[in-house]
């Protein structure tokens, strides 16, 4: 009998582990607690005269895989002239957004949305109407269709009223480690620069 209530206890005690480990793991992504590692931006200056300035904010995600594509995209652009400030969403740096040519909101994409801290940016982004925004969003959900308008509203889930007008939008799909897995989309780095491209086009 003792034997049989010891089991008992032995299971018990690991279904609450479970629970509790999915209750955390669910709280840690709805809130997006990774974001608040993003406080930090840097600066990066073209080799010679610069197009302009441009403003690359990243939300890094659990697997990190949303920062490299905004290190990557950052590059890209400075690499074409333009004069580069890459910063964590909860970065000071993020929060003004004034004088900039290009925004690009960088983001975790968990299951089909935006993870709550860029989609929040987004949603409260206060930029110049001449400033032109793009979306480039990591997750391991593929999209269904990668018709633009499709895209827009499965990145970006932006009201229709929002003042917010996204030119660009990706969607990397990623493995739960945050490698490229849609190779039929091409390299994460062939998508960031599809993405600078359609920004800048």
């Known amino acids: 009998m003792s034997l049989l209530m010891n089991i008992l206890k032995i299971a018990g005690m690991g279904i609450v582990l479970i629970v509790v480990t999915i209750a955390a793991g669910y709280c840690f992504l709805r809130f997006d607690m990774m974001s608040y590692t993003a406080t930090s931006s840097e600066t990066m200056s073209p080799a010679g005269t610069s197009a302009g300035s441009t403003l690359v904010v990243y939300d890094p995600g659990l697997s990190g895989a949303a920062k490299n594509s905004a290190v990557e995209i950052a590059d890209d652009l400075r690499s074409k002239g333009y004069r580069v400030d890459l910063a964590g969403v909860r970065s000071g740096t993020a929060g003004n957004v004034s004088g900039y040519k290009f925004i690009a909101v960088v983001g975790p994409a968990y299951w089909d949305k935006l993870g709550s801290a860029a989609q929040s940016y987004l949603e ?75 920004l800048l086009r």
Do not use: W
């Open 124 to 198: 409260n982004l206060h930029a110049s109407p001449e400033t032109e925004v793009g979306v480039f969003a990591t997750g391991i959900i593929e999209p269904d269709s990668a018709d633009p308008a499709y895209m827009r509203e499965f990145v970006a889930h932006l009201p229709d009223d929002s003042p917010v007008k996204v030119k660009a939008t990706t969607k990397l799909v990623t493995d739960f480690g945050g490698s490229c897995a849609n190779q039929t989309a091409g390299s994460a780095d062939g998508q960031c620069g599809d993405f600078v491209a359609d």
